[in-house]
């Protein structure tokens, strides 16, 4: 089955802007999606497609997808930002598969 | 408003059956064209999908579970279920449920559950 992968941990700067990255060769035939997941709770969708966000996910994020790589943009982070950050699209052998990134922890400093 | 619920036993005994329920309210699982999908994520750890179904009843299964995971839905109490067979201390993780869209390129999990914590242990 194919993967995707994703650096464990970044940090960012209050207000600055963060590209989260997720590779892998499933993203030349799927687009990725994004979850954002704090602690205790269940993952929420903040982006699928090319790049649309799910309504009431804040402007600052965005989506973007070049060869086998898709990335997840915040501009301008908050401190509500921080939370661990998944990707996943489908296993291209085993379409019905899912397949998710293995998460990154982001930080706001 | 979709909700999903997870309900089930929180502790389970080392090579016993997992059984966990997923109760849908706001759609119907039967007039649906989308999937609904069993997620865990061990303590500490990532995602790892479990498995689907449709509407219809027709399955799909991680590889790495397949010989131990049944997925059944009753349509009736829009409902689905996850039985997972022959635990062990590695199958102690949150079990979401959510559903899953899937249209042309683009696969996506709009809902989920809470989550529920089911320890495996004697």
């Known amino acids: 089955s194919s993967e995707l992968t994703q650096d464990p941990a970044m940090s960012v700067a209050l207000g600055q802007t963060v590209r989260i990255t997720c590779q892998g060769d499933?993203?030349?035939?799927?687009?990725a999606s994004w979850y954002q997941q704090k602690p205790g709770q269940a993952p929420v969708l903040v982006i699928y497609?090319?790049?649309t966000r799910p309504s009431g996910i804040p402007d600052r994020f965005s989506g973007s997808s070049s060869g086998n790589t898709a990335s997840l943009t915040i501009t301008g982070a908050q401190a509500e930002d921080e939370a661990d950050y998944y990707c996943?699209?489908?296993?291209?052998?085993?379409?019905?598969?899912?397949?998710f990134g293995g998460g990154t922890k982001l930080t706001v400093l | 408003q979709l909700q999903l619920q997870e309900s089930g036993p929180g502790l389970v005994k080392p090579s016993e059956t997992l059984s966990l329920t997923c109760s849908v309210s706001?759609?119907?699982?039967?007039?649906?064209?989308?999937?609904w999908d069993w997620i865990r994520q061990t303590p500490g750890e990532g995602l790892e999908w479990i498995g689907s179904?449709?509407?219809?009843?027709?399955?799909h299964y991680n590889p790495s579970l397949k010989s131990r995971v049944t997925i059944s839905v009753d349509t009736s109490k829009n409902q689905f279920s996850l039985n997972l067979n022959s635990v062990t201390a590695a199958d102690t993780a949150v079990y979401y449920c959510?559903?899953?869209?899937?249209?042309?390129?683009?696969?996506?999990?709009?809902?989920w559950g809470q989550g529920t914590l089911v320890t495996v242990s004697s």
């Open positions: 179904i449709y509407y219809s009843g027709s399955t």
């Open positions: 996943n699209s489908r296993d291209t052998s085993y379409k019905h598969l899912v397949i």
């Open positions: 706001g759609d119907s699982i039967s007039g649906s064209t989308r999937y």
């Open positions: 959510a559903r899953l869209t899937w249209a042309g390129s683009v696969v996506s999990y709009d809902y």
């Open positions: 497609g090319e790049n």
């Open positions: 499933s993203l030349r035939t799927y687009y």
